[in-house]
């Protein structure tokens, strides 16, 4: 997954989530899983983050959206987001 992380002004309003799953990612039904997955992701983890981001997600194009499943999901995001906090925080 490619992140694009912004740290918006305003104190209020935690994260926005955006995504980009482009037809070169498969037919509809694998461009809404990929879809559903992540949103499902953030949904899950949306308390973690105090800070006001705007994230856009972008799926590689090596994705297999069969293989996507929520544990992979985590393993993927978790310590991007970790970092992103990190450095959002400190900045």
């Known amino acids: 997954f490619i992140l694009f992380v912004r740290k918006r002004d305003e104190p209020l309003g935690g994260l926005r989530l955006g995504l980009t799953v482009s037809k070169k990612m498969g037919h509809a039904v694998a461009r809404n899983r990929i879809k559903r997955v992540v949103r499902e992701y953030f949904r899950l983890h949306q308390f973690d983050f105090e800070l006001p981001l705007d994230i856009v997600v972008v799926p590689k194009r090596n994705l297999e959206a069969k293989q996507l ?12 987001l970790t ?9």
């Open 83 to 91: 970092r992103i906090r990190k450095d959002a925080a400190a900045s």
């Open 69 to 80: 499943t929520l544990a992979l999901a985590t393993d993927e995001f978790t310590p991007l």
